[in-house]
């Protein structure tokens, strides 16, 4: 707050004034600096001046005491109160009694009591530093308030010196205040100068500029500023003079443009007036204005135009007026009437523009108007007498025009737009248009007449026309037409009329149609079929309908006699009585059923209504009218054989059915529900559940019921009912079915039940059975899946334990052989060798029944097994082999995906190459062929040898386990190989098999799936 | 060191943990007729094995291979490998699975225990002592072990 207060001071105190305070603030800091200081420069200088003296005082005061000479020592001890600031002193003989003090009281007495009475501060004397023999030691007391010094002299003496610090630190600092005053004082009196210097040069010229810049501000556009110098200051002052002279050159421009303008807005020929936008005042008109309204310039002033606008026109200028405001338009022009003085209503043309600029706030507008009055009466007029002659043309639906033959534009009435249901505003068509307005089958004609007129012929032939049933209802109209020539002779124009005559076109036509319509009604009639005859029985007239129904064309039929035309003759005589009847009487007869023939001469069922018109002699033509009802005759006797096996399924049925009227009332039942209830059908209609049965069942049967009809859905259910003879409980199968007629209705409710009792007693015993049975299933699962866990563990023991015994037999043997085979005979030691022969083939054993038992417990992972791959791996596993005994393999294996288990098919491929290599062994040369192909999805495999092969009886033994075939000595085996190959084959879904017979080699067959 | 003419008296021991007696005295037979093994330790079962693992740790020489049987009686080979696979010392004695199993469940347990080698005992004789030097010739004269 006291900071923006400085601020508001001009200039020219505000800048002396922070010069001197900041030089004021300087010069206090220095002094504040400085004061810091004296303190140390004063007990430095005290304890120097201290410590000069004593040193002098010290030899002086030595030889004194050596030469004891007790007064000059006391005076030489009181000499030294001449040193300024010094306030004690004493001199004190060993054992602490003062010989030399500057107070002459205390000589003798003892030191610490002296000083312990004394109030000027000597206390501090008993606290002073000790100096060790013959030296001197100064020090500045605790408080800084005084000096001590202590000096030891000759003979135990020693002097006790204070000396005061306070005075001399005042005093410096005395000094000091003085000088600051005036350093201060020297400042202000600069500062002063600095003002008034500021102010001449500076100062004052501003407020000069400040003066003519408020003058211009004030419209005296001719004021300059003179303020000398080459400063800033002296720029700004040329700067503003330019300023000035251009404003008041511009502003002389601007009233010269503004006369002009007055002038031009005075002078218009039109009436000008500016327009408060917001409240419609008149702002200002100029003499048209109030010329055109009547009112001079003052009454302008005081009225707003929405007084003077005519109350029906006024809401439409204020839209505008709107409009205009929001800019979305830029400016409108309108006729409208408006107000004169004297009370008249004159039309005026009226022009607004807005004053504002666009985005800114609607302030003022222009409005120019023009009086309109006499334009307008004359237009009235002419509209007036416009109006009456098309009054006059609509009435009497005629339309007139005029065509120029030279210039080929015409002109319409208003009465020819309607006709063609165009808008006047649109002119009259050129021709081409035209022709598109008429029915195109009058185009060409009137195209025919256009072109002649257009070529200024006088004769022209004339017909009615029609307008195209493109817009709206076709209008028939009949043209006439006379020519206007020139002196020659020339056509100049045509002019003519349009008649409209639609209505007596139409009804002519009408009648016409009429007629066609009726006889192509009666021959088109689908299913009537209508003949004429005459009274003798001949046919007259043979409508479409009667040739689809008899077969006859209407040329054939005419002509003919009932008789040809009835199945029977006693038809015929009864159709021909008829005839007569109605013939005699007038009256019709029917409708009645005749049996009829076809041309074909099949039989044909017919309904038909005769009755006799007048002709057009004296003898009337009798009409018959038949439909085929053959058809409906057919469906009906369908309709009632379907009722009858109806009727017996429904007796015969072994199931009770009935049907009950949707309140429960009994309609109909079959024998066997006569025979649960013990009446018969006709003693049961009429009844319901109640009085047949308990209310317990009665209601329960009710809700099925409802339930059905309710849902429209079958309902299923089973209930429990009491035989009315025996009183036996019985269980029902029912099935309730809502019934319905042809249209939907609900009629009642079809039951149809069966016994089931007996069914639902062997239903519950075998559901018995059936826990039983699973509960034994489950018990043997569990045991099977013991059991298989146990040949686990076996098949682990024997793959461990057996392997141990048989290890050691062939390891001593081995040992008993080369160890002791120097004590064994030959026969000893072929014991020896058939001992381990023995061991390594119940190895193999082992070791395969190991194999096989793995193969029925492992679980199989199908994956993606190229065929091709598997064989190579295994024959290349073989390679030493196949080279040792100079086997052939012949066969090349493609690449082929199988989905099967890797390891399983590489068992099987091995064990059968193995058995191939071993049986052909004997072979010159062994030849091995290997074939693949995939037939029907399935991948097929085979692998043939040329060895000694076997005899077909014994293909399903070769591939159990432990069956052989051949001695051990001939060829070695367990037995078990060809068991595993068919048990991995069957666990991946494959098949194998073999082909052979002895001698002849052998081929097995392996089959996988895709 | 040239493994070549490392003195066979310098050779580690060997421990062999087996129950069955015969296979204890073939395999030593086996080891014996092998220049470069070192002497053969038995541990007739799993107690006794580890209980070899706390005199390795009271300062007595570690083995230089260990040859391990699955089927044992009381603590079985598998956990035996467990035990001595989580030793931070003795975890990188090479352990040998000397089995009869083939199965492959067994071999997957070992495998996953840390094994470095499983042989299935041939049951020829001949056969088993060709094991049982190549056995010597690779953990031995091959094989390089920490020190």
């Not at chain 1, 319509?517 to 409508?543: I, M």
Request: some cysteine; aromatic content about 6%; hydrophobic content about 40%.
């Amino acid at each position: 707050m006291t900071l923006r207060r400085l601020m508001s001071l001009p200039a020219r105190t505000l800048v002396p004034a922070l010069i001197t305070v900041v030089a004021l603030m300087m010069v206090g800091f220095d002094h504040m600096l400085q004061r810091a200081d004296y303190r140390l420069r004063v007990e430095q200088e005290q304890k120097q001046l201290l410590v000069e003296r004593l040193g002098i005082e010290q030899s002086n005061l030595d030889q004194l005491i050596l030469q004891n000479r007790p007064l000059q020592l006391r005076r030489a001890v009181a000499e030294l109160a001449l040193r300024p600031h010094v306030t004690h002193a004493y001199l004190t003989a060993p054992g602490g009694r003062i010989v030399g003090s500057l107070v002459r009281a205390d000589l003798g007495q003892s030191l610490p009591d002296i000083l312990a009475a004394d109030t000027r501060g000597g206390a501090v004397l008993l606290d002073a530093a000790r100096a060790p023999d013959n030296s001197l030691r100064v020090e500045v007391d605790a408080s800084r308030a005084a000096l001590t010094g202590l000096m030891a002299l000759e003979g135990g003496h020693q002097l006790w010196v204070r000396s005061d610090l306070i005075q001399p630190f005042s005093e410096r600092l005395h000094a000091s205040r003085i000088e600051l005053s005036r350093h201060a004082a020297l400042i202000l009196c600069w500062s002063l100068l600095l003002s008034l210097f500021l102010h001449l040069i500076w100062f004052r010229r501003a407020e000069q500029l400040t003066n003519a810049a408020r003058a211009l501000g004030q419209g005296r556009l001719d004021t300059r500023v003179d303020l000398g110098g080459r400063d800033e200051l002296a720029e700004i002052g040329r700067a503003f003079n330019d300023m000035a002279v251009r404003l008041q050159a511009q502003h002389a421009a601007l009233l010269d443009s503004e006369r002009q303008f007055r002038a031009m807005f005075e002078q218009a020929g039109v009436g000008v007036a500016r327009i408060d936008s917001r409240l419609g005042h008149f702002m200002s008109v100029n003499k048209k204005y109030s010329e055109i309204l009547g009112y001079d310039d003052a009454d302008m002033r005081r009225l707003d135009f929405m007084h003077l606008t005519h109350p029906e026109d006024l809401p439409g200028q204020l839209a505008l007026l709107e409009a205009l405001k929001r800019g979305d338009i830029r400016e409108f022009s309108i006729e409208k009437r408006a107000f004169h003085k004297d009370g008249r209503v004159i039309w005026v043309a009226l022009s607004v523009s807005p004053l504002w600029a666009p985005g800114t706030e609607p302030d003022y507008h222009l409005a120019v108007i023009q009086d309109i009055t006499a334009r307008h009466e004359a237009e009235q007029a002419l509209k007036l007498e416009r109006n009456r002659l098309s009054a006059a043309e609509r009435i009497a639906g005629l339309g007139s025009w005029e065509f120029h033959a030279t210039t080929g534009s015409g002109w319409w009435s208003e009465q020819m737009f309607a006709f063609f249901g165009l808008d006047p505003a649109g002119g009259a068509p050129e021709p081409e248009h035209f022709l598109k307005l008429l029915h195109p089958e009058d185009r060409e004609r009137v195209a025919g007449v256009l072109g002649l007129l257009a070529q200024g012929a006088t004769d022209v032939p004339l017909h009615v026309y029609r307008t195209s049933p493109d817009a709206g209802p076709v209008r028939h109209l009949r043209p006439s037409m006379h020519c206007v020539t020139d002196d020659a002779g020339k056509v100049v124009k045509y002019a003519g009329t349009l008649l409209d005559v639609t209505e007596v076109t139409e009804a002519a036509l009408a009648l016409r149609g009429s007629e066609e319509r009726l006889r192509a009604t009666l021959e088109q009639a689908p299913n009537v079929a209508v003949q004429w005859f005459d009274a003798a029985g001949r046919v007259l007239y043979w409508n479409g309908g009667s040739t689809r129904l008899y077969g006859w064309l209407p040329d054939e039929a005419i002509g003919r006699s009932v008789e040809t035309l009835m199945h029977t003759p006693e038809e015929a005589d009864l159709f021909r009585s008829s005839l007569v009847q109605i013939a005699r009487t007038g009256q019709s007869i029917g409708p009645s059923e005749y049996l009829v023939k076809h041309r074909d001469g099949s039989p044909r069922w017919i309904e038909a209504t005769l009755f006799s018109i007048p002709g057009l002699d004296e003898a009337p033509i009798l009409v018959c009218m038949d439909v085929d009802i053959t058809a409906r005759r057919n469906a009906e006797r369908t309709v009632e054989q379907e009722r009858t096996h109806l009727r017996t399924l429904f007796a015969t049925l072994p199931d009770l059915v009935w049907l009950k009227s949707p309140e429960g009332v009994y309609l109909s039942c079959n024998r066997q529900f006569e025979r649960l209830c013990c009446l018969t059908e006709a003693e049961l209609l009429g009844r319901t559940d109640y009085e047949l049965f308990s209310k317990e069942e009665a209601d329960q049967f009710r809700s099925h019921d409802e339930r059905a009809m309710r849902t429209g859905q079958n309902s299923i259910n089973e209930e429990w009912v009491t035989m009315r003879d025996t009183g036996e409980r019985m269980l029902l199968q029912t099935i309730k079915t809502p019934m319905r007629d042809a249209g939907g209705k609900l009629v009642g409710v079809l039951g149809i039940a069966r016994d089931i009792t007996e069914f639902r007693e062997t239903q519950d015993s075998l559901r018995e059975l059936n826990r039983d049975l699973e509960q034994r299933v489950a018990d043997r699962t569990q045991a099977l899946s013991d059991a298989m866990k146990e040949l686990e563990s076996f098949s682990y023991a024997v793959s461990h334990d057996l392997k141990a015994p048989l290890r050691g037999i062939d390891g001593y043997s081995k040992i008993l052989l080369e160890d002791y085979g120097d004590r064994l005979d030959e026969q000893g030691q072929r014991f020896l060798a058939n001992i381990r022969n023995g061991t390594r083939q119940m190895h193999a054993l082992i070791e395969d029944l190991l194999a096989y038992s793995r193969m029925e417990r492992r679980s199989l992972e199908a994956s993606r097994v190229d065929l091709g791959e598997v064989v190579r791996t295994v024959l290349n596993r073989r390679s030493d082999e196949i080279a040792a005994a100079s086997v052939q393999i012949v066969g090349e294996i493609p690449p082929i995906i199988i989905r099967a288990d890797h390891q399983g098919v590489e068992m099987v491929l091995r064990n059968l190459l193995d058995n191939a290599l071993k049986f052909s062994r004997d072979a010159h040369p062994p030849v091995v062929t290997l074939h693949a192909a995939v037939r029907d999805g399935r991948a097929h495999l085979s692998i043939r040898d040329n060895g000694i092969g076997f005899d077909m009886k014994y293909h399903e033994r070769i591939f159990e386990i432990f069956q052989r075939l051949h001695r051990n000595e001939d060829f070695s085996g367990t037995g078990v190989g060809l068991a595993l190959v068919r048990k991995a084959m069957q666990r991946m879904d494959g098949r194998v098999w073999a082909e052979s017979a002895p001698g002849e080699g052998a081929t097995f067959h392996l089959e996988f799936p895709a | 060191m040239n493994l070549a003419t490392r003195p066979s008296s310098a050779a580690p021991p060997i421990l062999l943990v087996e129950d069955n007696p015969v296979d204890i005295d073939l395999t030593c037979r086996a080891f014996a007729r092998d220049p470069l093994a070192g002497p053969v330790h038995v541990a007739r079962d799993g107690e006794t094995a580890l209980d070899f693992m706390q005199r390795w740790d009271k300062g007595e020489p570690p083995p230089g291979l260990i040859l391990l049987d699955i089927n044992l009686p009381g603590v079985n080979g598998l956990e035996v490998l467990r035990q001595l696979k989580r030793h931070p010392v003795h975890r990188s004695i090479p352990v040998v699975m000397l089995s009869s199993s083939a199965e492959q469940r067994d071999l997957l347990d070992a495998y996953s225990l840390g094994v470095n080698s499983y042989i299935v005992k041939p049951v020829d004789f001949d056969r088993f002592v060709e094991a049982t030097g190549q056995i010597g010739r690779y953990w031995f004269e091959l094989n390089q072990p920490p020190i």
